[in-house]
């Protein structure tokens, strides 16, 4: 589990192809190693991977085929600047939101201009994860935690303070670029919730009754 606080931008040093499959070199920049283990999990772009050899100055990890599949890791070269963010602990402030690293699918960007000394995007999303992004809901766009300032169809507008910039690869985006996408965990499983019921025909969690109970204005 992660917050989606980015804690240092890191760089592939080495991708290697296995079948369809791609193992990982990371070289870490400034996220501290030093209470990081075999096993454990590092955030890398947004996408949860294993930690299968630690090294000095970063970590080797593995890419399934299916990761692969819904991710931008099949793109990236040696040289790609990635965020990173190890998993969060019992004492971890929950700055962001909750961020499982188990990215649903990939968002384009259609815009990008200046908003005072913030930039402003706007993604496009595909069809089957637009309808889990919401007006001031939250989203994770290359593993950083945002906040979605308004929503038009499949697409939905972001703005980018400068630490926030500064301190993400968020800053190299342009036109064009596709960036990993995972959508809110609560809006997957209230839909969940709400069909299961339905399936039932228990009633189950309806708009109705997430209305009496205050959830809905």
């Known amino acids: 589990m992660f917050t ?30 030093s209470d990081v283990r075999l096993g454990d999990s590092i955030a ?6 294993t ?3 630690c ?4 970590y080797v990890a593995d890419v399934s085929a299916e990761t692969v599949k819904l991710t931008g890791f099949g793109d990236y070269r040696p040289g790609a600047r990635v965020n990173l963010e190890k998993a969060v602990t019992p004492t971890t402030r929950l700055g962001g939101h909750l961020v499982s690293g188990h ?15 913030a930039i402003e995007f706007w993604l496009e999303a595909p069809a089957e994860l637009a309808r889990y992004i919401a007006h001031k809901g939250s989203i994770t766009v290359d593993g950083v935690s945002l906040t979605v300032n308004e929503v038009d169809g499949n697409r ?5 303070v400068p630490h926030t910039a500064s301190e993400t690869t968020l800053l190299e985006l342009s036109v064009g670029d596709r960036v990993n996408l995972e959508v809110d965990q609560i809006a997957r499983y209230l839909e969940r919730l709400m069909q299961s019921g339905k399936e ?6 309806t708009m109705e009754l997430l209305a009496r109970s205050g959830f809905l204005g």
């Open 4 to 33: 989606g606080i980015i804690e240092a931008v890191g760089t592939l040093s080495r991708l290697e192809r296995m079948g369809d499959d791609i193992r990982l070199t990371v070289n870490s920049g400034k996220l501290d190693l």
């Open 44 to 49: 890398t772009n947004g996408v949860c991977l």
């Open 51 to 53: 930690v299968v050899q």
């Open 55 to 58: 090294l000095k100055d970063g």
């Open 103 to 117: 990215v649903d699918g990939r968002a384009t960007v259609v815009s990008r201009s200046n908003l005072g000394k």
């Open 156 to 160: 939905f507008r972001l703005t980018i």
């Open 200 to 205: 039932q025909g228990s009633g189950g969690v």
